[in-house]
Each structure stands twice: as structure tokens, then as C-alpha cells.
């Protein structure tokens, strides 16, 4: 009778990463690629036996001049899958939903999962699956039957959205929550190793996950972690019946470390401090919406850093709470019925505007509006605005380009007509975080006008003239 081969301690880990290459997507790819040798090794000290698998896509548009899919099976060599995913590069995407659903089915069916494995596909987009119909959908895929069949076979779906895209969040909600997985949200694409490494512990068992918790934000120190990896953290934390918060670890590693050294740290007692009673001076008054509106107009002369060019990783109003870009305006397609849910015609109807950007009103909030030259590529930001005072959310535009709606009209009108999309966010204020908005004093943005033109800064992206040529009509 033939021997029944050891299994890991916990059980077999089964993993498969799933990357959109299409537009910008491209870019989560090449966050990992100087650093899968660390993570591969790092996972394989901590989860003997993890077996991992990758699949890298475009969409149906992309396999005659890109391709359509790679993919690597599930194995435990670290030389070949960083070799793959070295190799692997960025496709361009046509419209807006991309193929999902056939990544779906490959999961299923291409992969050499191990009978009473934890499989576990992670499934990283920003946009929705094609329905059966779609005509490059040529075997007529329903990924609803594909998750269903994944739940059947013991597959736990770990949907992330990138980008909070308007309209696909239900997508990545369902097809965890339909497999008794987890939805996660990714806005900065430096956070995925980190992302990828929380998911494994998390399916390994709380000691490691709570550890790696704890480690993470002790590398960031006492400034707090980002948004992104809260929401992580939260989300996975709130599902551990035996995890009530983050627990001391003995086991400290550094960041990605490729040892599997252990060393035991005592960590001291917390010193009691007594804080000094801050002296208050009574000359000293609260900022206000108008101190940062005039201070912004007093710096212009200032050389000043172009806002589309500016990282949203050092962008210093990053750390705000910030919506996700909501779809404000966009071309009208000829082939569309003439009313559109949610928006109507302007520009004598060559334009869609949105009729409520919001749900909730506020009082002061700081806005950003975007330009888009392609499907899933880079937001442009090109203008921003601090409001105050309650806002009627149907009448945004109203406050948004109030005292420059003319020009501004043209512009958005001149970037429509080019095929873009115009975006809009807005972070809503406070009184500790109106000093912030006063860095806004750095940034040039490229739809104010400029003092010496009097005009839009002109600026090109992707061939498109996005800002500055409307201005001389």
C-alpha cells in the first residue's frame, strides 16, 4: 500500500495571483517585480509548503497585439515564478469591462489544485467582467455560473478593487462574499506586497497574520499606517473569532526579509508620561476657509510644482479623507440611447454631465476635477477648488466653477470633444485638517489661470491637448 505523503503542519496553502496588465493596471505588476524574490521566500519560511500560481491578462482587444493571458501553475520554484513575472509586461485594454470572467473559468479549470488544499485566488481589477453576450466573449462566459462552480470546489475568492472605478464594486464584493471570501480595497498601488503577504497569513492562522499586523505598523511608526492597509488590517481582523485586536509578537522580522531567522524581543513596559498643560495664546485664532483661499492667491508668484505631475503618494494633501474620483462628465457614444441614467446632455448634446455627484452633504470640503485620456489610464488633475458653506449636491457644478464657469465650460467642453472623461473628488474638511489645504500653495494647477498668459497652462498627455488650447478661442 502505497505511503500517503506528508502534509504541511496547518494543512496545504494553494495561492494564485491574478493581475490586470491592461492601462495603468500594469503598474500593480511592476510594483512586485524587484520584490517577488523577498515575498516567495519569505512566505515559504513562514507556510511550508505554499505552492503559488500567476495569471497576467489583458482583455479579448489585446491577444492579436499584446496577449490575451499568461499564466504559471501552481508550484514552489522561486526561480521560474520570478522569472515569469519578470517577464511579463503591460497590454493596452479597449473598452471598459475587461475579461474576468474568462480568468475565472482558467482558475477553475488550468490550475493543478491538490484535493483538501486551501485554494485560494486572489483576483486584482478595476473594472467589471463581460457579460455572456459581449461578442469577444466567444464561449458565451457567465462568471456567476464560474463562481458559483469555484465555491463548489472549495475556492475562497479574494476580490481587490483598484481605483473605487464607479460601478464595479459589486463585482469584487460578490464574488468574495459568494465564496466565503474577503473584498478588499487597493488605492495606492505601493500598499499590493502588502496586500499579497496579509492575505496569505491571514488564511494561515492569526498568530502569523496578528505578527505581520503588528509588523507593519511598526515600520511605519508613530505617524499611522495608510488608509489602504487599515482598511486591510480592519477588514481581515474583523473576521477572526479569536482576534480582538493587535496581540504582542515575539517574532520581529524586517520588511519582506528573506530569513527565517527568529529572534525573541522583550518588549519594555510604557513609561508613564505626564503631559505639560499646553499654554494657550489668546492672540492666537482657528484657520479658516478664508485664511487658506487668501494665502493660496498670495503665493502665486511662487515657482510652483505642476499638479498632474505631482505623485499622489507626496502629494501633501494626500492624507486627507478623500471620496473616490466620481465620473462627472463624458462624451456622448452615438450608439447610446439619448437619455443616460443619472446624467443629462449638455454642450448641445455632445456631453453627459452627471445630475448628483454626492450623496451627503458638508459644510467645507476641498475638490479636485480630472482628466482622463483612456479607458483605466492615469487621472490628470488639472484644477481644484475649497468650498464652504452647506452644498446642494444637484447644484455642484454651480459651486464648483462659480466666477470661472465660462472658461471652464470651454475646457471640459475641448477635453470631451477629444474623447476624456472628467473626474471629480472632494475631501471634506475639518478644523484640524484646514492647516493641510494650506500646503494647496505648492501646486500649480493647470485650468487656474495663469498670471502672465491669463490663459490655461497647456498641457499634452497621450497626444491630447487636456488644457490650454480652448483658452484662446
Known amino acids: 500500500m502505497a505511503a500517503t505523503p506528508m502534509l504541511p503542519p496547518g494543512g496545504l496553502m494553494e495561492i494564485v495571483f491574478s493581475f490586470d496588465t491592461t492601462g495603468s493596471m500594469s503598474s500593480v505588476l511592476e510594483e512586485i517585480q524587484g520584490r517577488l524574490q523577498d515575498m516567495i521566500q519569505r512566505l515559504q519560511a513562514d507556510i511550508p509548503g505554499i505552492r503559488i500560481g ?32 519578470k517577464d511579463v509586461e ?20 488550468n490550475f493543478s489544485w491538490t484535493p483538501a488544499s486551501q485554494k485560494i485566488p486572489v483576483m486584482i481589477g478595476d473594472a467589471n467582467p463581460h457579460e455572456p453576450e459581449y461578442e469577444m466573449n466567444v464561449d458565451n462566459i457567465d462568471w456567476r455560473t464560474e463562481v458559483n462552480d469555484l465555491h463548489n470546489m472549495g475556492v475562497k475568492i479574494y476580490g481587490v478593487q483598484v481605483f473605487e472605478n ?30 499579497l503577504m496579509a492575505i496569505c497569513y491571514r488564511e494561515r492562522g492569526d498568530d502569523l497574520f496578528s505578527g ?18 487599515e482598511g486591510l488590517f480592519g477588514t481581515l ?9 493587535i496581540h504582542p509578537v515575539p517574532r520581529l522580522i524586517s520588511p519582506m526579509s528573506s530569513t527565517a531567522t527568529t529572534t525573541i524581543v522583550t518588549m519594555p513596559k510604557p513609561k508613564k508620561v505626564t503631559l505639560a498643560k499646553q499654554k494657550v495664546n489668546p492672540k492666537r485664532r482657528n484657520v479658516t476657509v478664508r485664511d487658506i ?37 463624458i462624451p456622448v457614444d452615438v450608439n447610446e440611447p439619448k437619455t443616460k441614467d443619472g446624467f443629462k446632455r449638455i454642450f448641445r448634446g455632445e456631453c453627459h454631465k452627471r445630475v448628483q455627484l454626492f450623496t451627503k452633504r458638508c459644510r467645507s470640503a476641498l475638490y479636485e476635477v480630472a482628466v482622463q485620456t483612456k479607458a483605466h489610464g492615469k487621472r490628470h488633475v488639472m484644477f481644484s477648488k475649497v468650498i464652504s458653506g452647506l452644498i446642494d449636491n444637484s447644484e455642484w457644478e454651480y459651486n464648483l466653477l462659480f466666477g470661472a464657469k465660462l472658461r471652464l465650460h470651454r475646457q471640459i467642453k475641448s477635453v470631451v470633444e477629444q474623447g476624456c472623461k472628467v473626474f471629480v473628488r472632494r475631501a471634506v474638511l475639518s478644523k484640524k485638517s484646514l492647516a493641510k489645504v494650506d500646503t494647496l500653495n505648492k501646486y500649480s494647477y493647470a485650468w487656474a489661470l495663469q498670471k502672465d498668459t491669463r490663459q490655461h497652462r497647456r498641457v499634452v498627455r497621450d497626444s491630447v491637448v487636456i488644457s490650454g488650447e480652448c483658452m484662446e478661442e
Open 54 to 85: 500567476v495569471i497576467a491578462h489583458g482583455d479579448y482587444c489585446d491577444e492579436k497585439v499584446f496577449y490575451l493571458t499568461k499564466e504559471l501553475d501552481l508550484c514552489s520554484n522561486v526561480v521560474e515564478l520570478c522569472n515569469f513575472v
Open 212 to 229: 505581520y499586523e503588528a509588523e507593519v505598523r511598526g515600520r511605519f511608526g508613530p505617524g499611522g499606517i495608510h488608509k489602504d492597509l
Open 90 to 109: 503591460g497590454t493596452g485594454g479597449g473598452d471598459e469591462d475587461e475579461c474576468y470572467e474568462l480568468i475565472l473559468r482558467m482558475v477553475r479549470q
Open 293 to 329: 483661499k487668501n494665502k493660496l492667491k498670495c503665493n502665486a508668484d511662487e515657482k510652483l510644482v505642476p499638479r498632474e505631475k505631482a505623485a499622489q503618494t507626496v502629494f501633501t494633501c494626500n492624507c486627507l479623507d478623500w471620496s473616490s474620483w466620481k465620473l462627472a462628465y
Open 166 to 195: 464607479e460601478g464595479a464594486e459589486d463585482f469584487y464584493k460578490t464574488i468574495s462574499t459568494n465564496t466565503e471570501g474577503h473584498f478588499l480595497k487597493l488605492g495606492e498601488f505601493s500598499n499590493i506586497c502588502d496586500f
Open 237 to 245: 481582523r474583523k473576521t477572526d473569532s479569536n482576534t480582538s485586536g
